[in-house]
């Protein structure tokens, strides 16, 4: 009976030592945080705006860290043991194309990802591209030409809780301070390889957005502190309830 009790301590231990917990990330966004990422975004929109370098600096902890894409605002939100670590403008799908809501993890990682489905058609003969963009799904590709793939650097896809890959992900491209993908999120060319390097394969990823997301999802409460209260304001407050008409 000692080996299978020692057995099933063992599986216990494991089954408590892979738990994951919570993001260790606020329920309610503080509104001095929205403040302060608007103003280092103002001051350098193509970089990635960092408030925390100790916790940037390396992998983030994945049971205690989170992204929260906000696509109302077109920002992005890193926190990670209760801090905000770092944010960044983002450019959401477009009308058509709107960035599905929602709660996933980062999945694959690939530098060096191209689109499976949307690129551009070359001339095997010229090397010419032809203008406008190809749709894989159109069809087939016309004789004497060859599909190349929309480049989409530093690519981390997005997967289900469940594990299941999805279309979606962070990665470079044009960011036009508007939704402008087919779905991905993308980020400035700095804002990507600098993710990229912090955001391990696991890191929670929300989506929110009651304007540019589908379905529409608001974004957690804004946290405003409350302004404590002073004796003086208490006593004054007295004073009016004994001052108060009584009721006839």
């Known amino acids: 009976m000692r080996p299978l009790a020692v057995s099933l301590c063992l ?9 994951q917990a919570p993001p260790d990330i606020p329920t309610a966004l503080p509104a001095a945080d929205l403040t302060r990422i608007d103003a280092a975004i103002s001051e350098s929109p193509r ?8 916790l940037s600096a390396a992998p983030l902890e994945t049971s205690r860290s989170a992204i929260i894409v906000d696509l109302d605002r077109q920002r992005a939100y890193v926190y990670s043991a209760s801090e905000l670590v770092a944010a960044t403008r983002i450019a959401s ?3 058509g194309f709107r960035t599905p809501t929602g709660d996933y ?36 590709v016309p004789e004497g030409m060859e599909f190349r793939g929309a480049p989409m650097r530093h690519f981390m896809r997005f997967h289900t809780l469940d594990g299941k890959a999805t279309a979606l992900g962070f990665h470079q491209g044009h960011v036009p301070n508007r939704p402008a993908s087919h779905g991905c999120i993308r980020l400035p060319a700095k804002s990507a390889t600098a993710l990229y390097k912090m955001i391990p394969p696991g890191t929670p990823v929300q989506v929110y957005g009651e304007k ?19 004796r003086e304001s208490k006593k004054t407050s007295e004073v009016r309830k004994k001052r108060a008409p009584l009721p006839r």
Do not use: M, W
């Open 11 to 19: 599986t216990l231990a494991a089954c408590e030592t892979t738990k």
């Open 93 to 95: 799908g477009k009308s």
């Open 212 to 230: 540019h997301g589908q379905p529409p999802r608001p974004l957690p409460e804004v946290q405003v502190e409350a302004k404590p209260r002073t």
């Open 47 to 54: 970089s990635l705006a960092v408030f925390h370098p100790e």
């Open 105 to 140: 993890k980062i999945g694959q990682k690939n530098p060096g990802h191209a689109s499976n489905l949307y690129g551009k058609l070359v001339d095997t003969q010229t090397g010419q591209e032809q203008p406008g963009e190809f749709d894989t799904r159109s069809g087939p």
